[in-house]
């Protein structure tokens, strides 16, 4: 069965700064990855994803991940981080099955001081 | 374009009493399931359906109950409810097929005393 680990559960990054966010998973094979984001109150938002081919993905909102078999890992990157960025962010990992389900981190908080 | 709609948003309950939350996608998605959250537990996935009249348990199925009579929706039961079940309660539907985005809703917040 699948796993993902995200070792930070609170980051604080000021506004401005750079932003990574770690993820790292345990499957057998390549799996789809996935990056959520939840705003207080709210359900969760994909912010991005990956299934294979260029290992640099582009999301919305100005966020980027990068998978490393090597590593397994599919961290999350933002060059300059806004106040409005402050969230919860999940990231999944799902089998490369047709009835794949999808597994989530624990989450990281971040927190966006001014 | 609702998405995924959950009621109620709030509900307080009393230990041992049952009830119902009620989901409502209208994406025409074959797949759907319920999640709770609870602090510092990520998501975990409670029950799911491929489609109507097809469900089954994920990770925490105990104390809940689900059935799917058409596409569009899928109400998760708590049969008696437990302090236990305090918990924030997510519906998602997707596409079927592995890598297809989740869309959730807002959420439930239950509070069972």
């Known amino acids: 069965a699948q796993s993902v680990t995200q070792p930070d559960i609170h980051i604080t990054v000021s506004e401005g700064a750079s932003l990574e966010l770690r993820c790292n998973y345990s499957y057998g094979a390549t799996p789809y990855l996935f990056w959520y984001v939840q705003s207080p109150g709210q359900g969760l938002q994909l912010l991005l994803k990956?299934?294979?081919?260029?290992?640099l993905v582009q999301g919305i909102k100005g966020f980027e991940a990068e998978f490393k078999r090597s590593q397994s890992s599919f961290n999350l990157r933002k060059p300059s981080v806004h106040w409005s960025d402050a969230a919860e962010y999940f990231c999944a990992v799902e089998p490369n099955t047709n009835a794949g389900k999808s597994t989530f981190g624990d989450g990281t908080t971040l927190t966006v001081k001014p | 374009n609702a998405g995924v709609t959950q009621t109620p948003k709030f509900q307080v309950l009393k230990t041992g009493q049952s009830m119902t939350l009620q989901c409502a996608q209208d994406m025409n998605h074959e797949y759907m399931s319920w999640y709770r959250q609870d602090p510092g537990m990520g998501l975990r996935l409670i029950h799911y359906?491929?489609?109507?009249?097809?469900?089954d348990q994920g990770e925490v199925p105990n104390g809940y109950n689900v059935s799917r009579s058409t596409t569009e929706d899928f109400p998760l039961r708590l049969l008696s409810a437990a302090p236990s079940q305090t918990s924030v309660y997510f519906c998602?539907?997707?596409?079927?097929?592995?890598?297809?985005?989740?869309?959730f809703g807002e959420g439930s917040w239950l509070t069972v005393v």
């Open positions: 359906s491929v489609g109507a009249g097809i469900t």
């Open positions: 990956y299934f294979s081919g260029d290992t």
């Open positions: 998602a539907s997707r596409v079927l097929g592995s890598g297809n985005t989740i869309y």
